[in-house]
Every structure is written in C-alpha cells, then in structure tokens.
C-alpha cells in the first residue's frame, strides 16, 4: 500500500436490491487509526462490510481498501491481506483440529487444516499463539475450547496471514460478561501492541468499545449518521437518535455505558 492512501475509502457507495440497503456512505479508514462501526439491528453494518470485501456488489459508488479500487482489481486476491473474524466461521472448524492448526490454517486461507506443519509454519502459528495470548491452548482441538478461546484462534488465524486490515464482526456475540469483558481486555492489548493491523470493530454495544479504538462511524438505515474521533461523535443525542430511544451515554475510565430511559419503549 502507498503511503498517504488511505486504508479504506468509501464515496457516495450505493446498494440497492428491492430495498435500500445502503445509501451515499462516505468513509475513510487512514493508517494508525483503529474504528468502530457502531449502530442498530438493521442498520447496515454487515452489509457495509459484505460490500467493503466484494461479497455484495454496490449499485453504485466507489470503494478502495488498501489501495486497491473495487471494479479495477481482483478483490479475491486483497481478500488475503484482509483479516476477517466472525462468530459465523466458527461453525466452519473442524471439531478435532488443534488450536496451533486452526492457527495455521489462515497462512492458507483454508477451512480444515489438512497435511503436516512446516517448520516455518509450526513456527509462525506458535509466535502467534503467544501473541493472542493463548500458549496454553497450542493442542486443545477445536471442541474443548470456550467461546471466547475461540474467538482468540480465530483472531490469531486471521494474523497469521500478516493481514493489513483486522474486521472483527460483533466478536462479543455470546460471550458470557466476564468472558467478554477478558476478551476485550485482550482486544486493547492487541490494539495498542504497535503491531497490530489496522482495527474495525462492529457492534451494537458502547460498552465493547475500548480504549484502544480512537474512531466511530455510526449508520443508521444504510446511511452515515456521524464518522470521526470518537469522542466527538460519541454523545447521548447522536445515540438516541441511531437507536431511536433517550439515552444517557457516560464515559467511567475510558470505558463506555447507557442507559436507556424509562419511559422509551423503542428496541435498541
């Protein structure tokens, strides 16, 4: 990636089906900074990150990430520097495949880990075990870990691949509080390692965004209701209006919280 380009640029992008689905986002993602794409049920975060990797064509609009212009390059080839983590690869894995393997199975862009470990390899997925703190889990198979283990191995087989970009697509989802609240911890750490790849965080929960993440781009019904520092755009007014509720946000030690009014009856 050249220097000076963004990591991620979005103008005027458009996806229409038989609904509007997202409507003239405009974003841009510089080296250094580390988002969050926060907003309602509904309001188009998935689709904006189905679209960002080529998976839901845009009607119309420009998109770039790192560098590369969709129409003008083959997506299938910057899939592989674009880490992705979801809850929804999980079912994917294979029951009785280790942890170290999971691991080294990203170096592949493989579901299933197949064939022996190379030395390099072996070598690589251990240094990474380490990095998402979980040298201890190196030959636990895939059925014996909790769900937040899982989500640290899907991380570490997402970096495995020296990944520019990170998308971590509501990681939290089904974490019990303290599981979440550990994963997140780690999340800050990985975020503030200098190492680390560029960061997008989605969610619909304030409380998972952490320190670390120093931007926010709040969508509501496919369109941007705000996007910049995130102490700028994290107030109680913009809020209640993407979740359609009162809302109190407070800010306790770098750490976020809300509280919804009594009296509202709106589904947040």
Avoid at 189 to 196: E, F, I, M, Q, V
Wanted: proline letters at 5%; aromatic letters at 6%.
């Amino acid at each position: 990636m050249k220097n000076g380009v963004p990591v991620i640029q979005v103008s005027a992008l458009c996806v229409h089906r038989e609904v509007r689905i997202l409507d003239g986002i405009n974003w841009s993602v510089e080296e250094g900074q580390h988002w969050v794409i926060l907003g309602p049920n509904g309001s188009g975060k998935t689709s904006l990150l189905a679209t960002l990797t080529g998976y839901m064509p845009p009607t119309s609009g420009t998109i770039s990430v790192l560098g590369e212009t969709y129409g003008h390059s083959d997506w299938r080839e910057l899939r592989t520097h674009i880490g992705f983590v979801s809850t929804a690869i999980a079912p994917l894995m294979s029951a009785g495949e280790s942890a170290l393997e999971t691991i080294a199975s990203g170096r592949r862009a493989m579901l299933g880990f197949w064939g022996e470990l190379s030395s390099d390899e072996r070598s690589q997925a251990l240094d990474i075990l380490h990095q998402v703190e979980a040298d201890a889990l190196a030959d636990r198979p895939w059925r014996y870990l909790s769900q937040g283990e899982r989500q640290r191995i899907l991380i570490g087989r997402a970096l495995m691949a020296n990944p520019r970009l990170l998308v971590l697509d509501e990681p939290c989802a089904g974490l019990d509080p303290v599981a979440r609240e550990r994963f997140l911890a780690f999340l800050q750490r990985l975020a503030s390692s200098g190492t680390a790849p560029t960061m997008v965080l989605v969610t619909h929960h304030v409380e998972e965004i952490t320190p670390a993440f120093t931007h926010v781009l709040i969508i509501k019904n496919g369109t941007v209701l705000a996007a910049g520092p995130k102490l700028s755009v994290l107030k109680s007014e913009t809020l209640g209006d993407a979740f359609g509720a009162r809302l109190t946000l407070r800010l306790t030690n770098g750490r976020y919280s809300l509280t919804v009014a009594p009296d509202s009856d709106a589904a947040v």
